[in-house]
C-alpha cells in the first residue's frame, strides 16, 4: 500500500492519474453532448460514439483514483470518485438503444476474430 501511495506521489504516477482523469473529464463532457443533442444528428452519433469509447477506460482510470485516494485515507476523494464512477456506469447501462459506430461491432468483430484464430488447413512446405 504505501508503494501505491509513493507511485502517486511521483511524477510519472501524477502524469498518469493526470492523463486518466482527462479522459474521464471528456467522457462526461460527450455524455452531457449526446444528452443535449437533436436525436437522431451527426452530432449525437459522434458523442454517443465518443462516449462509449471512452466509458470503460474512465471507468478504470477513476477506480485507480478512488484506490489511491482509499490507500492515502482521503475519504471525500473516495466519495467524490465513486459517485462519478457510478454516474459514469449508470449512463453506460442506460443508454443502449442509442445510434452509434459500436453499435452491431460485437458480432462483426466476434466473426472476424473467429475467422484470424480458426485452424487452418494450409500445410508449411517440407524443409530440406
Not at 77 to 101: P, Q, S, T
Request: glycine share 8%; charged share 15%.
Amino acid at each position: 500500500m504505501e508503494a501505491v501511495a509513493a507511485f502517486s506521489g511521483s511524477v510519472p504516477g501524477q502524469v498518469l492519474l493526470a492523463i486518466g482523469q482527462t479522459i474521464v473529464v471528456v467522457c462526461v463532457c460527450f455524455d452531457m453532448v449526446r444528452e443535449l443533442s437533436v436525436p437522431r444528428s451527426h452530432g449525437r452519433f459522434v458523442a454517443s460514439t465518443v462516449f462509449r469509447t471512452l466509458a470503460i477506460p474512465s471507468v478504470m482510470a477513476n477506480a485507480l483514483t478512488v484506490f489511491i485516494a482509499l490507500v492515502t485515507s482521503s475519504w471525500v476523494d473516495v466519495v467524490m470518485g465513486m459517485f462519478v464512477l457510478v454516474a459514469i456506469v449508470f449512463r453506460f447501462h442506460y443508454n443502449k438503444d442509442e445510434d452509434n459506430w459500436w453499435k452491431g461491432k460485437g458480432k462483426k468483430l466476434a466473426r472476424w476474430a473467429r475467422r484470424q484464430f480458426s485452424g487452418r488447413t494450409s500445410t508449411a512446405p517440407a524443409m530440406g
